[in-house]
């Protein structure tokens, strides 16, 4: 009988226990929730990650468009009403930003991470439209600010409305996207590459930065397979001739690598 009573004053203790765990843990929550609507956003924090030598955008830049969504900026704002994800999509607005995260601390922090996007190529047209396109395919606007030094392809490309490329697509646009990722794949490449020129037919030429002899690919396909060849010429032909006799190796062709002397007509208008 003593056991049984017990056992029921036990249960009742644990009851009470964590009924009043249960209320404190109501009370202290809603302190704190009360406390928090009285925050406000005292620091704005932002990271931009600059570790690979890009600089369309610095911290004023970023400030700038947060006072432009948030009626002047969100510094002095009670947190609570502070929509963390309209800053969020406007940033994410930006043409030269890539991903943004951003957070708040209990005391009133507001920390934003950027990573910005990363140009392998820029297009200049005949009319002198011009632009970036990144590694993800993606269209960048020329910046004021700064200058990637990236491969620039110059010619007779069509100005579209595209705002992203895809490697399958047979636009001439698609093409640059194309050669300007196989050539970020390549050390030898990235260091050679400085000029790309596109004709009226599409077919590319490539313009080393050292050396006068230039690379005509044709149309950009087969890359692995012609930049193989242009690698045989560098390595293997150029040593055995005279290279001030050339102006040009043709590699369009499968298994073919076809020197062009300065005084020969080939590929000329």
Request: hydrophobic residues 40%; charged residues 20%.
């Amino acid at each position: 009988m003593i056991a049984k009573h017990r056992h029921i004053i036990l249960k009742v203790l644990v009851i009470l226990f964590w009924t009043g765990m249960g209320t404190g843990f109501i009370v202290l929550f809603s302190s704190a929730m009360g406390k928090q609507k009285n925050i406000r956003v005292s620091s704005v924090h932002i990271d931009i990650d600059e570790s690979k030598g890009i600089y369309f955008i610095g911290k004023d830049d970023v400030l700038g468009m947060i006072a432009q969504a948030h009626d002047g900026g969100i510094v002095g704002k009670p947190l609570a009403k502070v929509n963390l994800h309209q800053v969020e999509t406007a940033l994410k607005a930006n043409p030269y930003i890539e991903s943004v995260e951003v957070f708040a601390t209990l005391k009133g922090a507001v920390n934003i991470s950027i990573s910005q996007r990363e140009p392998i190529i820029r297009v200049i047209n005949n009319n002198r439209v011009s632009y970036y396109i990144d590694k993800k395919g993606f269209k960048i606007p020329v910046s004021t600010k700064f200058t990637a030094r990236v491969p620039i392809v110059y010619g007779d490309i069509p100005a579209d409305q595209a705002k992203v490329y895809k490697e399958t697509d047979s636009t001439v646009a698609a093409g640059i996207y194309r050669l300007a990722l196989f050539i970020d794949t390549s050390e030898f490449w990235k260091a050679q590459v400085a000029q790309v020129n596109v004709d009226e037919l599409g077919d590319f030429e490539i313009v080393p930065v050292f050396g006068d002899q230039s690379i005509l690919i044709g149309q950009p396909y087969q890359l692995a397979e012609k930049f193989s060849r242009g690698l045989i010429f560098y390595k293997e032909v150029l040593k055995n001739v005279d290279a001030s006799q050339y102006r040009a190796v043709n590699v369009r062709y499968k298994d073919q690598i076809i020197c062009i002397k300065k005084d020969s007509t080939y590929g000329t208008p």
